[in-house]
């Protein structure tokens, strides 16, 4: 018994005479951290971790009418008591037992400051007993406004804002000193329930809430009648919540990736976000989601990526961060069926595998064996075979027979692989698990690792990783942010080109998309897109030499769309998006690797041209993969479809053989002033039948060019009524068109 007397004695005097840890009171690392756009812009001030405030200020410098809205809130006796209200602990007490559960802790001010120092999550008895033991220790040492300077700068003011000061910001744009009374009994309210108090989501409970405290604080004399009746009449005029929160999934995304810089304790980032253009694709996305409404489309998501750097330079992740069901998950990041938009990797597959662009593949309704015995059965999205086809135009028509075949021909394994080496890390299972579907699109991947994937494309075949952070500021100054970029090549720089120019090639999608589709842009630009199964989502990626741009629509609740592609879902938005990004200065070409080798062929057999060809185009190819056959007297035979050189394809008797496509007889055309004249362009487009080699032009009855295959022309408009007038110029036919438009 003595000895045990002794080791409590003994407790006991260490424990009066060891102060309380300043480190437990004051951290060393209070710090919040302030996330600026490329610009220096504000984005986001973000607290510190562990629950600490990120802005301390002394007693001195909180209003006393926070001080008054806080005691009477939380422990009216807090001036009287040594840390522990007896007749507190005893009310929650009883109140705990009738209710037969947790009502009330009878926590005290200082209590609640010795959770917070000893990072006590949850409630039990041990840990109610060790916060009164060390209340009891803070009394011995801190005077009573050190204890609420403490709890004031440590508090919880909802909406992840810790600290008055910081919450004092956050609602109303001012400093914690200059506080009215209506504002303090407002934040004085959210501690104790910061999830329920929250001012943005339930106004009307918390204005419940703060009367309550403002008719408490007359009732005790803290204040007098005039500035009761002051308080209650105020209009506490809340910061917008969006106004906290600049580009929201950017931010988070960027707090998900300071880790890995492994920086502690970082005061300031500068991202790679341009919050300019932020502004601009959250409205764009906004007004193309409005308008699809009526499709059953709800959500969409907007990436852009500088092509030279990495840099991430705008992310929209929904159309609203804060609605409340989905706004947060963020359509950037989210792994979704990509449709179509993989095919052109599994055709530079195709390409390194010794194929050219020139070679035909079959579609056609074709059924392949699948490893399960049954047979899988692809379908264009068009329901339309075209037999035969050239890779170039395969790709960019975007078929899906021809894919299939493929990645059949080449491996499945093969084509998983190379999309690894591309970093599609969402890709978790096995090959065998998507099988031959993997070409249309059956695994699921983000949006940022398309973006990066075209980037590799864009960059003549070398791999990176996309960041978000060009600078990190600590206590101790600038940070180096550690190189984890691996830059690898994964393509040869001439498969990279070719596939850019098949992605450009808007006369090789005409078959799919016909005339003045969305991706026929005024300056060279790469794009594909897709659709996944059932119309679930809607992707449109491509790249100019300067940016990625990924366009995303659909619903994050997998609910399918109504009549939607890719095609009439994303890529209006993608033009815009690249129109915006354009406006001021047209990109360079494509560069060409000098290695790749140019030959005329055949249309219809792909093979050398010669004379006999009536239609013919220039090809690009890689060193050794030239046809070294002429096409005359050859002919083509895949399975049942034969196609000679000379045999002419289609019903002539229901075509014309001269005919203008764009413009429409009687079309509209509206000058947009707010866009350059570059970027309106329109794009003259004939089609004309094998036999016509040349097509002249004449617009109002002057001539304005002399055409050749694929028969287009660009032509500056001009504000009136035209007449456009198409004439075979060369061939034995003197066929012709007429048409006539209005630009306004």
């Not at 070679?359 to 309704?365: A, E, K, R, S």
């Not at 949006?447 to 060009?470: M, Q, S």
């Not at 794009?527 to 449109?540: F, L, M």
């Not at 609910?559 to 406006?583: C, K, N």
Request: hydrophobic content about 40%.
């Amino acid at each position: 018994m003595k000895y045990l007397l002794a080791v409590l004695s003994v407790a006991t005097v260490l424990f009066v005479i060891i102060p309380v840890s300043s480190q437990q009171l004051y951290p060393s690392d209070f710090c919040s951290k302030q996330i600026y756009d490329r610009n220096g812009e504000l984005l986001r001030e973000v607290l510190s971790q562990d629950y600490k405030t990120s802005v301390w200020v002394s007693i001195d410098n909180i209003s006393p009418s926070m001080i008054k809205a806080t005691i009477l809130r939380e422990d009216r006796r807090f001036l009287f008591h040594h840390g522990v209200d007896l007749f507190a602990l005893i009310r929650a007490s009883w109140l705990n037992l009738i209710h037969g559960k947790v009502i009330s802790g009878g926590s005290t001010i200082t209590m609640q400051v010795a959770k917070m120092c000893l990072n006590l999550r949850s409630r039990s008895l041990l840990n109610k007993i060790l916060e009164t033991i060390y209340a009891l220790k803070i009394e011995l040492y801190l005077p009573k406004s050190r204890i609420m300077e403490i709890y004031l700068n440590r508090a919880p003011y909802g909406n992840q804002t810790y600290g008055v000061e910081a919450a004092a910001r956050f609602y109303f744009r001012k400093s914690a000193n200059h506080l009215s009374y209506g504002e303090s009994c407002m934040l004085a309210v959210i501690p104790r329930a910061p999830t329920l108090m929250n001012a943005y989501i339930s106004p009307a409970a918390v204005d419940i809430e703060r009367r309550k405290l403002i008719q408490t604080l007359l009732d005790q004399h803290f204040i007098d009648r005039g500035i009761y009746e002051i308080s209650l009449r105020e209009r506490l005029n809340l910061v917008d919540q969006k106004v906290n929160f600049e580009a929201p999934h950017f931010v988070d995304y960027v707090l998900s990736r300071i880790p890995a810089a492994g920086i502690n304790n970082a005061t300031e980032v500068i991202t790679t976000i341009d919050l300019r253009l932020q502004y601009k694709l959250e409205k764009m996305l906004s007004t193309t989601l409005r308008s699809l409404l009526d499709y059953h489309v709800h959500q969409g998501a907007v990436v852009v990526v500088s092509v030279p750097t990495g840099e991430i330079l705008s992310m929209v992740g929904s159309s609203d961060y804060f609605d409340a069901k989905e706004g947060q998950v963020n359509g950037c990041t989210s792994a979704r069926q990509p449709g179509s938009s993989l095919k052109p990797f599994l055709y530079s597959l195709a390409l390194m595998s010794g194929m050219s662009l020139a070679d035909f593949l079959p579609d056609t309704i074709v059924e392949f064996r699948v490893r399960d015995g049954t047979n899988f059965v692809p379908r264009n999205y068009s329901q339309k075979y075209h037999g035969p086809t050239r890779l170039r135009e395969a790709l960019a028509s975007s078929f899906n027979v021809p894919a299939v075949y493929l990645i059949e021909e080449l491996g499945i394994e093969s084509f998983y692989t190379l999309l690894k080496r591309l970093r599609f890390q969402s890709l978790n299972r096995d090959a065998q698990h998507y099988g031959l579907s993997l070409s249309l699109g059956a695994g699921e991947v983000t949006l940022l690792e398309l973006v990066n994937a075209y980037r590799v494309l864009a960059r003549a075949g070398v791999v990176g990783e996309l960041t978000c952070i060009r600078e990190i500021y600590s206590r101790g100054g600038k940070d180096m942010i550690p190189d984890t970029n691996g830059q690898e090549r994964v393509l040869p720089a001439e498969v990279a080109y070719m596939i850019s120019d098949v992605l450009a090639d808007d006369a090789g999608r005409f078959k799919a998309f016909g005339a003045d589709n969305p991706l026929d842009l005024p300056f060279a630009c790469a794009v594909k897109t897709g659709t996944s199964k059932d119309y679930r989502d809607n992707w449109c990626i491509g790249y100019s030499t300067d940016y990625v741009v990924g366009i995303w629509v659909g619903n994050f609740s997998g609910a399918p769309m109504q009549g939607i592609s890719g095609i009439t879902g994303a890529a209006p938005l993608f033009r815009d998006v690249m129109i915006e990004l354009h406006r001021d200065k047209y990109p360079t070409l494509f560069r060409r690797p000098i290695t790749l080798e140019e030959r005329q062929i055949c249309l219809r057999t792909g093979m050398l041209a010669r004379a006999v060809c009536s239609n013919h185009i220039e090809e690009i190819f890689l060193p050794g993969t030239c046809p070294v056959d002429s096409c005359y007297g050859q002919e083509l035979d895949m399975g049942a479809v034969a196609i000679h050189c000379r045999e002419s394809t289609g019903n002539r008797e229901e075509e014309k053989d001269l005919t203008i496509l764009n413009p429409g007889n009687g079309d509209i055309f509206r000058i947009d002033p707010q866009v350059s004249s570059q970027s309106q362009i329109i794009k003259l487009r004939i089609r004309a039948v094998n036999s016509i080699e040349s097509v002249k032009l004449l617009m109002d009855g002057k001539v304005i060019g002399v055409e050749q295959y694929p028969f287009e022309f660009l032509w500056q408009p001009i504000r009136g009524k035209h007449v456009l007038e198409a004439i075979a110029e060369k061939g034995d036919t003197d066929a012709k068109d007429r048409i006539a438009f209005t630009i306004y």
